[in-house]
Nanobody, 125 residues
């Protein structure tokens, strides 16, 4: 499975961006999908996820109410809509897919089998 993330860029604080993650080689059907991010000098952190059922979304407290994760199975694509962006949101954003993870590990990077290459998001103050 190859994941291709895109949509990053430079935006002013308060602005919006939409990240996309397209899968090839295998569909997202049956997978939990997630976004993580890593800022310079920091560890990779969980941002948002949807379990394979897709009915419930999970968010880090720092992005709740500002970010929305969605999936379009027909396009084999996962999105992260980011609004009210802050300079602290600056990071490389990675999409991930996990076909065997259990719900209790949905926020854990180690539970995901496949990763995209990352897309840079920079928020200026």
């Amino acid at each position: 499975v190859q994941l291709q993330a895109s949509g990053g860029g430079l935006v002013q604080a308060g602005g919006s961006l939409r990240l996309s993650c397209k899968a090839s080689g295998r569909t997202f059907n049956g997978a939990a999908v997630a976004w993580f991010r890593q800022a310079p000098g920091k560890e990779r952190e969980f941002v948002a996820a949807r379990h394979r059922s897709g009915s419930v979304a999970y968010y880090a407290d720092s992005v709740k109410g500002r970010f929305t994760i969605s999936r379009d199975n027909a396009k084999n694509t996962v999105y992260l809509q980011m609004s009210s962006l802050k300079p602290d949101d600056t990071a490389v954003y990675y999409c991930a897919a996990g076909y065997t993870l259990i719900l209790s590990s949905i926020r854990s990077a180690s539970a995901y089998n496949y990763w995209g290459q990352g897309t840079q998001v920079t928020v200026s103050s």
